[in-house]
């Protein structure tokens, strides 16, 4: 690998790709395998990628980009991290899968216990989406009620009636309620804006008889970065109390990622459930929910909501996670991740502002969006304020000279361990030269 040429990005003719991109399409549908992936909001091809390394990743035709998709967030220790990758090869000798308890999940499981406060029991799944809709399943059963409380522009997985007003993809190709979802799948649930305290006050005081869940993204990431207002968090959390209503903390995002207790350890909110993914699986596919001991044991085969799959609490997976938390539990690690971005957005707020390009800018931790607009964005409404003719416009400048970024104005960058910090000056060096040519 070290021998091998490294190009300038995109000095060669895409015909590679192009034609990778058709053969793709051929069986695949619009050619890509979740459609976050496909660079439809911005134009163009997707990259296919070869490889990845530290804060690089490498097309088909050798192009190197500084990569802040981090595989939408879960490599915060950067692509291939080499006590990550040695843990999966050690795994891979014992076998692949066994449909039985091993010691691996246990650990794992204790590992997020132990890190995340609103976590007594866990169960591993294998997806996000898989998290979420088991949350509210379980939710629904402990509770016996139908409704459930979702915000607007946040995501949490594909299942039917959380595809409403959705962020991510949904929002990105402007389909935020999916087609194919019967109109009584989504009877129940009920839709705030997100930051909407005295909303979300009024409808839980009318309907909380029938109100199982309120669940949200602490810091949402799937509507670019929005941050919540100063007490939303807890006044959620003093209503749901109040009433009876499970509090699901959807962290598929910021779980292990603002701090290693997650959003609910940042802002001291601790939620009755909460859903996990991406960084505890170290890149491998996996997801978890968990909470409070007297929920979690409504679950089979304890309890009656039933809740099952053939590859969760996956080995390769487990040891790939197991390695990931390990290396996050050392002391300073959030700090320095939380102090690299914060100098990234300073710098680019001062091109910005130097060159009179309206943009705002939300960050937390190492997860940060540049907004396209010149108002604080605080909930979808205001995020779908931006102008994302003047997104994909800067997002072809900053791939042409090497900078990957999430191909929507709706999604999250995210830093690693890895980025260094000539790849941060060389980041705020292109993000000027390429707001520059927005003017
Ligand atoms: N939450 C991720 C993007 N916002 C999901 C990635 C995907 O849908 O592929």
Redesign the pocket.
Known sequence: MASQIIREPMALERKVMDKLFREAQKYIPGGVN????AFKAVGGDPLFIERGMGSKVYDTSGSEFIDYVSS??PLILGHSHPQVTNQIREALQKGTSFGAPTPGETELARMIVQAVPGIEKVRLVNS?TEAAMSAIRLARGYTGRDKIIKFEGC?HG?ADYLLVKA???ATTFGFPDSAGVPQDFTRNTILIPYNDITATERVVKENHQEIAAIIIEPVA??MGVVLPGDGFLQKLRDITRKYGIVLVFDE??SGFRISYGGAQQYFGVIPDLTCLG?IIGGGLPVGAYGGKKEIMEYLSPLGPVYQAGTLSGNPIAVAAGIETLKILSQPGIYEKLEQRTTNLVHSLRENGRKLKVDIYINHIGSMFTVFFCPDKVYDYKSAKKSDEKQFAHYFQGMLKKGIYL?CSQ???NFLSLAHSREDIEKTIKTNYETLRTLK
């Open positions: 979740s459609p976050v992936r939408w967030g996000g995501y594909h962020g991510s993809g990431g799937n598929v995002i991406k999430p709706f999604e999250t």
